[in-house]
């Protein structure tokens, strides 16, 4: 077979879930030509996959995840103990690494199109830092890439969120993205990182930014608002205030309801994703009568569609917990450290500030079914996920690798797809706390196939305005998951997470990356960053403001910033024109 002749594929005999096309398990080809997926393609040039037995689904796209960076990579140093459990020799195609909740970069993406997913988000990237992130993406093969700089503590933000020059903060936002090849605008812990550097935290949206006079609510909104001026095609991707503490949904309504007033644009209704919200349905007023909101949190995404989330669930195992909100590391590093179960892990914390821009803190974590707050936690994702009803609306994660490794994605759909399994987790394995603090028992659902697709692939590629992933209509791009599993018979739980655990094929722009498990061909996927354009005067005025701060902000020179072409051996620019 030619090299022209290998580039198309005609999928037979599999069951087609394709919720963007209202495909629920019709046995349809998929035609595949040049990376993309057409009407019909030459059945003689083709090669065909027989699918029988098997289910066919988008290539997954992960809208949450932290892979790489120098957050994951100060993961990866600081816990040789983790890696050392999970060393990935090399193959005849594959390179070695170690895995676990801290995989080096091309285990990363191998373990990913293992599971039958092709794209993926960074959503946590510090602008200085960004040079880093890209160098780690492109060793990263086989997926599509894409990362979120974040701005909820970034010093230039603060000041036009202050002036409420909506104008400026939205040229401020396309340089950023397009010096750092950046996506969309990821906001965590808005100001309360900032009041971190000085010791502090920013408790409530009302609570101000210490020296700043602005407070977490006007800076969701002023970015949001820009997010919205500037037509992005993600909205803001928020890690809210108060995370991880008993008591926090009150927050987390509030912060919904603080958005309702933002008008969407880009032709979509939402204007906020709220990530990892398992870590923000928290009720009670201390660990002690640490109790599920989630039905709280459910309610009003139920009625209001202007919002979307993902859940964060919680695995039980030992995992490293990382992320932009230093202070709530420092708390986590004070409960954890202080725990009774052995090794203390949290006993290690580090803890970052990256200049006027953000910060980060990390902290090895084990998720205990034993211990009462892990097990609610655990319950709290599951019910939250069941309970909302709109499947393109919440997505599923591990916060990758908060909640645990994504590696435990199949285990996740186990407990949601299969009552039994959930149920015997709830009477025979974890606390008993999860059943009486939460609403998990009560709930009947098992997700279905069509909504796995939708939580997984059509919802998340919609969120991030992704239009050719995500779904198998034509023109979609050539990145299909296809598992050994029948949607007819009784599935039990453990079937389910085994189904899930290696794809009987991946297929990445219509190359055949995955057959039986193993990577067969590693190709380099695109690195998506977002070029949004705003007037050229509006720019010059705000790159201005830029270098005369410069050096009152930052060690480096303004030159050598920006993330050169080099870093992107193979890019796709969205462009945005307000
Ligand atoms: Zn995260």
């Known amino acids: 077979m030619n090299k022209k002749m290998s580039k198309s594929i005609i999928i037979k005999n599999g069951r087609v879930y394709d919720p963007r096309n209202g495909i629920d398990g019709d046995k349809i080809q998929i035609h595949i030509q040049d990376g993309k997926i057409v009407e019909k393609v030459n059945e003689k040039d083709a090669k065909v996959i027989d699918a029988s037995g098997m289910v066919v689904f988008p290539g997954g796209v992960d809208i949450h995840t932290h892979i790489a960076g120098p957050k994951i990579n100060t993961g990866r140093t600081f816990r040789p103990e983790d890696h050392a459990k999970d060393p990935v020799p090399r193959t005849k195609i594959t390179r070695g690494g170690s895995g676990y909740s ?6 990363t993406a191998y373990r990913y199109a293992q599971l039958g997913y092709t794209t993926l ?6 602008p200085l830092e960004a040079k880093h992130t890209h160098e780690e993406f ?23 969120v202050k002036t409420n020059d909506i104008d400026k903060l939205s040229a401020y936002i396309a340089w950023l993205l397009e010096t750092t090849k950046g996506y969309a605008v990821k906001i965590v812990n808005p100001g309360g990182v900032e009041s971190w550097a000085w010791g502090k935290n920013c408790e409530s949206l009302d609570d101000p930014v210490l020296y700043w006079d602005v407070t977490p609510r006007q800076i969701l909104e002023g970015l949001s608002t820009a997010n919205e001026k500037l037509g992005l095609p993600h909205t803001i991707h928020v890690h809210a205030n108060n995370l991880g503490h ?15 007033k933002i008008n969407p644009t880009a032709g979509r209704k939402k204007v906020m994703h709220l990530t990892h919200c398992q870590f923000n349905c928290y009720g009670g007023t201390n660990w002690g009568n640490f109790e599920s909101a989630a039905s709280k949190v459910a309610d009003y995404l139920n009625s209001h569609e202007h919002i979307t989330i993902d859940i964060g669930q919680v695995i039980f195992t030992n995992t490293t917990t990382m992320t932009g909100d230093g202070p709530w590391e420092y708390a986590l590093h004070h409960i954890s450290g202080m725990s009774p179960w052995g090794a203390k892990p949290g006993c290690k914390w580090i803890n970052g500030q990256v200049e006027a821009e953000c910060g980060a803190g990390l902290v090895p974590y084990i998720f205990n079914p034993k211990v009462a707050v892990n097990a609610i936690q655990w319950a709290i994702g599951l019910e939250l996920l069941l309970s909302i ?53 009560a709930i009947d659902a098992e997700l279905s196939l069509y909504e796995l697709v939708q939580c997984t692939r059509s919802g998340t590629a919609k969120c991030l305005g992704l239009e050719d992933k995500g779904h198998l209509g034509i023109g979609a791009d050539g990145d299909v998951s296809i598992y050994k599993f029948n949607p007819d018979a009784e599935n039990k739980g453990d079937e389910i997470e085994k189904a899930f655990t290696l794809a009987a094929y991946t297929i990445k722009r219509g190359e055949i990356v995955v057959k039986n498990g193993e990577v067969m061909a590693t190709p380099m996927g695109d690195t998506i960053w977002t070029k949004a354009n705003v007037k050229e005067n509006l720019m010059d005025a705000v790159i201005q403001d830029i270098k005369e701060k410069w050096r009152d902000h930052y060690s480096v020179n303004f030159n050598n910033y920006p993330v050169q072409e080099a870093y992107l051996p193979k890019q796709k620019i969205i462009t945005t024109n307000s």
């Not at 801290?102 to 285990?107: D, I, L, R, Y």
């Not at 988000?121 to 510090?126: C, D, G, H, I, L």
């Not at 093969?141 to 503590?153: A, R, S, Y």
């Not at 009552?419 to 998990?440: C, F, Y």
Request: with cysteine.
């Open 121 to 126: 988000v960074e959503p946590a990237m510090a």
């Open 138 to 160: 492109m060793d990263m093969p086989i997926v599509d890439k894409l990362t979120f700089p974040v701005f909820g503590n970034n010093w230039f933000v603060l000041q036009y």
């Open 389 to 441: 009803k709109n499947k393109e609306q919440i997505f599923l994660t591990t916060d990758h690798p908060n909640g645990g490794p994504f590696t435990f994605y199949p285990r996740v759909l186990k407990w949601l797809m299969d009552r039994k399994s959930r149920v015997n987790m709830l009477e025979n394995i974890v606390s008993p706390k999860a059943d009486s603090q939460t609403g998990l028992k």
């Open 246 to 260: 008993p008591g926090n949904y009150t927050h987390t309504l509030e912060t919904f309801k603080t958005l309702e």
């Open 102 to 107: 801290c995989p080096s970069t091309f285990v």
